[in-house]
């Protein structure tokens, strides 16, 4: 559909048992965009993600990602429409036991007919690209070695490269560097919204660390409780109106532990803050 939004969520809401994850979550994100998601945990960040490729449904509300009604997508459809959506996930999922190059080539398999058992059963244009993946991301000679010996930081660049071989539109990241030290977090941090740049690409990345999302997307937005209570430019913004607008919405009793909690951004100590 032409001039549609990347993606259009409307009133959204999604009810585990008592639990309301999602509380008419209204969001519409244009191509191109690189939006953070931020977020204390249990904020329902990852089931806000997890709506856009349909790895969960509505309760009540619309999604529509690069023009489909998402909810009503099945089978083919449905395939097309993951394919197009590329996720990284904070633990990386890669095959430990397999190459690096063959964890990049498995990005390609919804493309194919069949499985893959080694690298010389993909087509050799698909590995040409994979290499080039893998030299973008900064592991150019790693092909070889198992995922499994490879630091945290650099098997999330492999899953990077992985989700560059579906060619996506969309990139998905769910705290793509919650498991990293600070620095190998800065690194992929500014790698995805890199490559997000160079290939245009609609990047919509969750993340618990304030200083990490208030100085890296287009666009932020925050979370609490299941409802947007924060969607403003990055551009010119400041840890104190992040706070502020937290701290509008939060009951006085926890809000100091809360923000306490952000600013150290530790998944540990947010866990113990949110609970
Ligand atoms: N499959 C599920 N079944 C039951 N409850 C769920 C399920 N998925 C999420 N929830 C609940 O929905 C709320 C939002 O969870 P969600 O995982 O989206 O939060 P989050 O912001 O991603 O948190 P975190 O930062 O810890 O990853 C939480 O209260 C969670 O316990
Ligand atoms: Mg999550």
């Given amino acids: 559909m032409a001039n549609a939004h990347a993606v259009e969520i409307g009133g959204l809401t999604k009810l585990y048992g008592g639990t309301r994850a999602l509380d008419g979550v209204s969001l519409t994100v244009e191509e191109g965009e690189i939006v953070v998601l931020l977020g204390l945990s249990g904020s329902g960040k ?25 909810a009503t997508l099945r089978g083919k459809g449905l395939r097309s429409l993951r394919s197009r959506v590329g996720v990284v996930f904070q633990q990386f999922e890669l095959v430990g036991s397999l190459s690096v190059l063959e964890n990049v080539l498995t990005g390609s398999l919804a493309r194919l007919r069949g499985p893959r058992l ?17 030299e973008r991301v900064g592991l150019a000679g790693r092909e070889h070695q198992r995922a499994d010996t490879l630091s945290g930081g650099q098997q999330q660049r492999v899953a990077i490269a992985r989700a560059l071989m579906q060619s996506p539109e969309i990139l998905l990241a769910d705290e793509p560097v919650a498991s990293l030290d600070p620095e190998s977090s800065q690194q992929v941090m500014d790698l995805i919204r890199e490559i997000g740049r160079e290939r245009g690409l609609t990047v919509i990345c969750s993340l618990h660390q304030i200083e990490l999302a208030m100085s890296w997307g287009d666009r932020l937005v925050g979370l609490r409780a299941g409802k947007v209570v924060l969607d403003t430019p ?30 150290h951004a530790s998944v540990g100590s947010i866990r113990a803050a949110a609970s």
């Fill in 118 to 134: 080694g690298t010389w059963m993909y087509p050799r244009e698909l590995r040409t690209t994979a290499l080039g993946h893998l």
């Fill in 46 to 70: 990852s089931t806000l993600l997890r709506h856009i490729n349909q790895l969960d449904l509505p309760t009540e509300g619309s999604v529509r990602v690069l023009g489909e009604d998402v």
């Fill in 234 to 263: 990055t551009s010119g913004i400041d840890k104190a109106s992040v706070m502020k607008i937290y701290s509008a919405v939060a009951p006085a009793a926890s809000l100091e532990s809360e923000l306490e909690a952000l600013q």
